[in-house]
């Protein structure tokens, strides 16, 4: 049984490109509410109007121009001609960072415009990364043709079709049935769906903690005998040499966590075969996480030991009970 990770009181406001990210990742663990309270219905979204109706010149060719380096927020400036049929991918600068593959989990920020009128719908530059699995339907197909093959570093521009996109079932304003979208899209990262820390073992030698393997894949985690700690406990049992985590990253990790009480797992990225990505710190995810990852170094895998009062508190959640300290082992893959 998946056991969500998120605040179960946190309200989620989403982007409309992330709608179309996430509505597909019913055991991500992200709130539910994250993907589906923030569409809207197509009965909901009005026609266009017939300003935005009418005929522009046939497209010889023409595409949008792009101004702003990678890692800046980009301006577009959409023709003011027909958009082009099918698909158009076009790298802007090439990064020499490694390649996206199918099935990998990547960070980006991207910038969205309708071609109709060069309206901006959506971007992240504003407020930090997102981190999707692309190639495997978690997003629009123009990202999941578009995006695999490309390189960490690169700024690549894509002019989706509606078919390649929302077709006639737009999330919501400003996006309309049947638009052709231009996005510019920075690929910050890229991680494999099997991916682990990487650093140096530092395995723990306190008998009261709970034992977690230093393994490649999906740590083993064995319970102590005894109570469990009612304070945080976050300890690296791997410590990785990269960059140190800050308040308002975008981190991508794998995770196991299991109950004290019981030993049992109740949750995994690694048995979903997907990392998960969050703002870390920002109040997101339960306590126990914002406050256990910040300030430790990517590359590491760190257990967290964590009392009710830093998890769900006296409420609880699935199987665990408002009286359950849970033990995380999170292999933290990067930060952006």
């Not at 935005?52 to 990678?70: C, I, M, Q, Y």
């Not at 577009?76 to 790298?91: A, F, G, K, Q």
Request: some cysteine.
């Amino acid at each position: 049984m998946s056991v969500r990770i998120r605040r179960a009181s946190a309200v989620t406001v989403v982007s409309l490109a992330l709608v179309i990210g996430l509505a597909s990742c019913g055991d991500d663990p992200e709130s539910t509410s994250a993907s589906t309270d923030a569409s809207v219905s197509p009965s909901e979204s009005p026609s266009p109007s017939p300003s935005e109706s009418s005929a522009k010149p046939a497209n010889d060719g023409e595409l949008p121009t792009v101004k702003g380096g990678f890692g800046e927020a980009p301006t577009i400036t959409v023709p003011d001609v027909e958009p082009p049929s099918e698909l158009v991918v076009e790298t802007l600068s090439e990064g020499d960072g490694a390649t996206v593959n199918s099935g990998d989990v990547i960070v980006v920020n991207y910038l969205g415009v309708r071609w109709e009128n060069g309206e901006t719908f959506d971007s992240s530059f504003e407020r930090g990364p997102a981190g999707f699995s692309i190639g495997t339907g978690a997003v629009i197909p123009g990202w999941d043709t578009g995006l695999v093959d490309t390189t960490v570093g690169s700024r690549v521009m894509l002019v989706v079709p509606p078919d390649q996109g929302y077709g006639d079932s737009p999330p919501g304003e400003p996006i309309q049935a049947g638009d052709t979208l231009v996005f510019v899209v920075d690929i910050l990262g890229t991680h494999a769906p099997d991916e682990a820390a990487k650093g140096e073992p530092a395995p723990t030698e306190d008998d009261s903690l709970p034992y977690v393997s230093i393994s490649p894949r999906a740590p083993e985690m064995v319970m102590p005998p005894g109570d469990p700690t009612n304070r945080l406990i976050a300890i690296p049992v791997v410590v990785g040499d990269g960059a140190t985590v800050k308040k308002g990253d975008t981190i991508v990790v794998q995770y196991k966590g299991v109950v004290w009480r019981t030993g049992k797992e109740f949750d995994s990225s690694w048995s979903r075969d997907a990392p998960y990505t969050v703002a870390i710190g920002t109040g997101a995810v339960i306590k126990g996480w914002d406050e256990g990852l910040v300030g430790q170094t990517v590359g590491s895998r760190v257990m967290l030991v964590v009392p009710p009062k830093d998890g769900y508190g006296s409420a609880g959640q699935g199987p665990i009970k408002g009286t359950d300290t849970m033990v995380f082992a999170v292999d933290i893959l990067g930060a952006y």
